[in-house]
DNA sequence: TTCGGTGCAAATTTTTTGCATCTAC
DNA sequence: GTAGATGCAAAAAATTTGCACCGAA
């Protein structure tokens, strides 16, 4: 079907390397060392690529869509203040599909779980403007409300 | 923080008349009767909706971002053919922060699960299309393969 | 040799933004 | 009265597509 070709491997090997790539960040690690790839063909590489299931995808509001070569199932965690993506520890839940079944006539086939919440960076940093602001103020100590 | 307009109110009104709207679709909803308003404006109170927790999002890859009124957690289902949405059958699982709390400082907040499969009509279509294939060819019975 | 892939750039699609005006509080 | 919201239209961001040429099978 797909042929193999330069840029289809550049592609994928970009995507092996790096953790949640998207596209465009894939297209300017390659354009680096083959300045002639354009976007149009990266685009149309990971296209042909997760729609034979070699990569998946990461679907991440208010950005691009991300790509991930991690072979094994797994879910994913989303920053919601940076964006930031990191596989979850929890483990593949083989049994997901089964016990949602009866949603009225779909076959299903596979399932993500996206987690949200704060980073590790962001929460220090939301930690340190914190002691910022109470410095600044008069040392509110009982004032009840 | 965010006062109450008109426009407001319609979006999401309409967001709650529907089933899961995109931006669109909330847009051509309101415009029929509401002339003067704007896709930004949508764009803006789904930004206040979503940022407040009043409405829920839903990502479908290749395609836009969906909305969603229903108040109780829950997951959907979505077809990988047509890209129907509809609400799951498996019950909000609470535990499941807790079971991938590991995630390196992650402070987890809320969790979405996306089951992908065919939905009912696409399922229907497909098998009057094999139908079909099978009457076009020469009734091949029992070829070893 | 043939047909799918590529590069390029323009087109689409989806969402955001600048600015003058308007209006909820 | 004032700061936030709106309408408009242009811009930005993300992705797809048309077409002439190239190259893998």
Known sequence: MTRKTIQQRL???????????????????????????????VYRNLHNLTASDVLGRVLIP???????????????????L????????LPYQDRMQDAAAACDGFVLEKHDIIFWGICKEC??????????VEEERPAKPTSGG
């Open 11 to 41: 592609v994928l090997e970009a995507a092996q390397r790096m953790r949640h790539p998207s596209a465009e960040e894939i297209y300017q690690a390659i354009v680096r060392k083959h300045p002639n790839i354009s976007r149009g063909t």
């Open 62 to 80: 208010g950005g691009a869509e991300r790509f991930d070569a991690t072979t094994p199932p797994h879910y994913h965690a989303v920053c919601k």
């Open 82 to 89: 940076c964006g930031a993506v990191q596989d979850a520890a």
């Open 123 to 132: 929460a220090t940093q939301i930690a340190a403007q914190k002691d910022q």
